[in-house]
């Protein structure tokens, strides 16, 4: 018998975890049964068991999925030096993370704001997703923390608000902005930019009556 390849078992291991994630996105985790996903992916039983023991295996390998792409997606965006104003840097953030799974829709969208909205309400439920989602959210907080040192070391912002409150604030409008995609349909990265500049620039008329 023929050896099967490595780079024949990898592809098939990507043809059942995308087809997986099209079920999740379109229907949830636990609306979606694993006869839902030999469907999706048109293999047997057999074929899919051999790489995956079961629903919940599939689960875990799609959030940590997720979560790994959202994170390198955050770290990437630590490397520029100096770096780029924080409407910038979020936009950049955000375009990666929507084009990580840009290959996979439903309805003609694409999945990966709703597979992010199913991974955070799946650790709602499950203590060591949780644990994972606990560890990658400390990673990218203390990440950005040092972008924000950095945008201080520059004089780009005052130094009276701790850079962890500041990182987490970002994080924030990121993660907010994955939710009105899918919550309320797609709008351009752009919007987002806009408003956080226009924010970034806004003053205390209070201040200078």
Known sequence: MARVSQAHLDARRRQILDGAARCFARNGFHAT???????????????????????????????TEVLGEVRMSFEAATEQVPPPPPDVLIGSVLGRTFGARAHLAVDGEPVFSRLIIQVWAESLRN?????VMIEGFEAIRLAW?????????AG?????VPADHVARTMIAAAQGFIIQQTMLGPAPVEFLQDGLRALMGARDARSEA
Do not use: C, H, T
Request: charged share 30%; proline share 2%.
């Open 156 to 160: 780009m912002m005052p130094r009276d």
């Open 33 to 63: 049964s694993m006869q839902d996903v030999l469907k999706e992916v048109d293999l047997s039983a057999g074929a899919v068991y051999r790489y995956f023991s079961g629903k919940d295996e599939l689960i875990a390998a799609i959030f």
């Open 145 to 153: 923390g040092r972008i924000v040192e950095a945008y201080q070391d």
């Open 127 to 131: 203590k060591d997703l949780a644990a």
